[in-house]
Nanobody, 124 residues
């Protein structure tokens, strides 16, 4: 069983930056693909970014490319999401997730474990 705890959310102005962290425990973190999803008010949870355990390959949704960076520190069992040039439309609850084999990494069903989420609010 893997436990995931997100942190780093908060209120930031349009154009600002935040770094989210997701600390994992209870499993072999280095062998998991890790993803970030977000859920805006009244909308479904959607894929944001992922990083593979093998080779650190990353993928992003088009709307965050060039602004967000996902990274991981296997020694600290932590995955990060650096978010720059934030926009009001980035406002959402952000969730991290872990998967043994995220072949369909952009879908929720590919992930086995989820954190509780952290709120990010971008004011205009």
């Amino acid at each position: 069983q893997v436990q995931l705890v997100e942190s780093g959310g908060g209120l930031v102005q349009d154009g600002g930056s935040l770094r989210l962290s997701c600390a994992a425990s209870g499993g072999t973190f280095s062998r998991y693909d890790m993803g970030w999803f977000r859920q805006a008010p009244g909308k479904e949870r959607v894929f944001v970014a992922r990083i593979m355990w093998r080779g650190g390959i990353t993928s992003y949704v088009d709307s965050v490319k060039g602004r967000f960076t996902i990274s991981r520190d296997n020694a600290k069992n932590t995955v990060y999401l650096q978010m720059n040039s934030l926009k009001p439309e980035d406002t959402a609850v952000y969730y991290c997730a872990a998967s043994y084999s995220a072949s369909s990494y952009y879908t929720e069903r590919a992930y086995d474990y989820w954190g509780q989420g952290t709120q990010v609010t971008v004011s205009s």
